[in-house]
C-alpha cells in the first residue's frame, strides 16, 4: 500500500468504480486485490500529474482557471496524445446533454403558461379543496348531529312508551 | 421549475449504460484540488481530466495484462502492473507509488546475488 504523506493521498476514486471499469475492460479476467489497490492509487497519481502540468500551463498563460485546453496540452505534452480525440468527443457529448436538459426545461416553462399563471392556478386548486373539505366535514358534522339527536329522541320516546305501558315503576328521570 | 444548469453527462443514471463519463467527477474535482497550487478548474476542463483518467484506467489495465504473466491463465497481478509501468514510458510517473513492493523483490534479489558472492550455506 503506498504511504499517505498528509490528507491530500487519502481522496481516491472509490474502489467500486475502479472494479467496474476493470471488470468492463478485462471481462473474465481475475485481478489480485493488491492490484486493484494499486489501480486506484494510481489513479490519484494520474489525476495529480495532470493538474500539475495543467497548472503549470495555465500559469503561463494569462488566464487564472484551468481551461480545457490547458489540459488537452497537458495530456498531449506527458504522453497521452492517444487519449485525446476520446476526450474532446466526450465533452461535446457532456454539453449535448446539458443543452438538451436546458431545452427541455425552457419547453416545459414555454407551455404557454408563465410560472406565475400556474402558481396562482394552484393556488386556486388548493383553496377549492380546502372548501370542499370544510363543506364535508361540516356535512358530516351536520349529520352526526341530527342522528345523535334522533337517537335521543327515539330513546326518550321509548322510556317514556315503557313508564306508560309497563308495570314496573320506573322512578329514574332522564336528564339528558 | 429549476433545472440545474451545471448538470453533467454523469448524472444520467436512468438512460440505459450507454454514460459519457463513470468515475464521479466531484471526486476528480477534490483530487485535483488537492494538487499543490492548483486554484480554480473549469467545469469542461473538467470533464476532460475525469473521462482522460476513465481511458488510464483503461489503458493501464489492457497494457499490464496484454504484458503480463497471467495472459494464459486469465489473471492480473500486482506485479503486472508494477512491470507495465517500469517497462512503459508514460507510465514511469506511477513508480513513485510502486517503490515499496519493487524496492523488496530488489532486495531478495540483491540479498541473493550477496549470498551467491559470499558462498554462504543456507
Known amino acids: ?176 | 421549475m429549476k433545472m440545474s444548469q451545471n448538470s453533467s453527462g454523469k448524472d444520467d443514471q436512468a438512460s440505459g449504460s450507454k454514460k459519457p463519463i463513470s468515475l464521479p467527477i466531484s471526486r476528480v474535482r477534490l483530487i485535483m484540488k488537492s494538487s499543490p497550487d492548483v486554484s480554480s478548474i473549469n467545469q469542461d476542463a473538467l470533464f476532460l481530466t475525469t473521462k482522460a483518467t476513465e481511458l488510464f484506467v483503461q489503458h493501464l489495465a489492457l497494457s499490464s495484462f496484454n504484458n503480463g504473466s497471467g495472459k494464459e491463465t486469465n489473471s492480473l497481478s500486482y506485479s503486472d502492473l508494477a512491470n507495465t509501468a517500469q517497462e512503459t514510458e508514460t507510465f514511469h510517473f506511477l513508480t513513485d507509488i510502486l517503490p515499496k513492493k519493487i524496492l523488496a523483490q530488489d532486495y531478495l534479489n540483491s540479498l541473493e546475488q550477496m549470498q551467491e558472492e559470499e558462498g554462504a550455506d543456507y
Open chain 1, 1 to 176: 500500500m503506498a504511504s499517505s504523506s498528509g490528507n491530500d493521498d487519502d481522496l481516491t476514486i472509490p474502489r467500486a468504480a475502479i472494479n467496474k471499469m476493470i471488470k468492463e475492460t478485462l471481462p473474465n479476467v481475475r485481478v489480485a486485490n493488491d492490484a486493484r489497490e494499486l489501480v486506484v492509487n494510481c489513479c490519484t497519481e494520474f489525476i495529480h500529474l495532470i493538474s500539475s502540468e495543467a497548472n503549470e500551463i495555465c500559469n503561463k498563460s494569462d488566464k487564472k482557471t484551468i481551461s480545457p485546453e490547458h489540459v488537452i496540452n497537458a495530456l498531449e505534452s506527458l504522453g497521452f496524445a492517444s487519449y485525446i480525440t476520446e476526450v474532446k468527443d466526450v465533452l461535446q457529448e457532456c454539453k449535448t446533454v446539458a443543452l438538451k436538459r436546458r431545452k427541455a426545461s425552457s419547453r416545459l416553462e414555454n407551455l404557454g403558461i408563465p410560472e406565475e399563471e400556474l402558481l396562482r392556478q394552484q393556488q386556486e386548486l388548493f383553496a377549492k379543496a380546502r372548501q370542499q373539505q370544510a363543506e364535508l366535514a361540516q356535512q358530516e358534522w351536520l349529520q352526526m348531529q341530527q342522528a345523535a339527536q334522533q337517537a335521543q329522541m327515539a330513546a326518550a320516546s321509548a322510556t317514556a312508551a315503557q313508564q306508560a305501558g309497563s308495570s314496573q315503576d320506573e322512578d329514574e328521570e332522564d336528564d339528558i
